[in-house]
């Protein structure tokens, strides 16, 4: 059965991004980037694969399905990039957004658990959850592994990697992996 893995960055006290959505505060490392650009491929929106020195088919390697939250998929959309996982089959999680106007990007609109449960259930590779927080809080039950990126960094408020109910959910450490920026890679499977 495939696996909804969870991969996002993070500062030390939570959170995937600032109160406007801002990332930039995270330290760049050149070493880490070639790192996860060539074990990750697929986590690389298509439409920076060349900027990042990709080809733009690079195949995938472990996933070929993104769900992702509005907040996730607007900053696409601010430059004019309606299919910013072109490489991938694209969900976008959304009860406000109205419409999407790409055919290569379905919008769901409720229940993100029953479209994760039928996901799992077809044939294909693992499912990449990109966020955000809410999403991620309302599919916890679901994920089977988080890949997450911890920097070495206190962003003291924002988005939050898990925004919902209190709902205690127990991982385990499998891996990790550090670089030179300080930051971290962490892999945990569902305990």
Same mark, same amino acid.
């Given at each position: ?5 969870? *991969? /996002?960055?993070? %500062?030390?006290? @939570?959170? !995937?991004?600032? +109160? #406007?959505? $801002? ?6 490392? =050149? ?59 694209? *969900? /976008?999680?959304? %009860?406000?957004? @109205?419409? !999407?106007?790409? +055919? #290569?990007? $379905? ?6 658990? =029953? ?66 920026? @300080? ?9």
């Amino acid at each position: 059965m495939r696996k909804l893995v969870y *991969y /996002v960055g993070m %500062s030390l006290d @939570g959170y !995937i991004a600032g +109160p #406007a959505g $801002e990332f930039d505060f995270y330290p760049f490392d =050149a070493e880490m980037a070639a790192w996860v650009n060539g074990e990750y491929p697929e986590f690389v929106p298509s439409h920076i694969r060349q900027g990042a020195g990709m080809a733009l088919d690079e195949p995938n390697r472990r996933c070929d399905t993104v769900v992702m939250g509005r907040g996730t998929y607007e900053p696409a959309l601010s430059v004019a990039v309606s299919s910013p996982y072109a490489h991938m089959r694209q *969900y /976008v999680v959304s %009860s406000t957004l @109205g419409r !999407i106007d790409d +055919p #290569a990007v $379905e919008l769901v609109e409720s229940d993100p658990v =029953a479209l994760v449960q039928r996901l799992k259930r077809a044939e294909g590779g693992d499912i990449w959850l990109a966020g955000g927080g809410k999403l991620a809080a309302e599919l916890l039950g679901e994920i089977d592994e988080m890949i997450i990126k911890s920097y070495p960094v206190v962003a003291g408020g924002g988005i939050s990697a898990f925004s919902g109910a209190f709902r205690p959910a127990l991982f385990r450490p499998a891996r990790r992996k550090e670089f030179g920026n @300080g930051a971290q890679i962490t892999w945990f499977a569902r305990a």
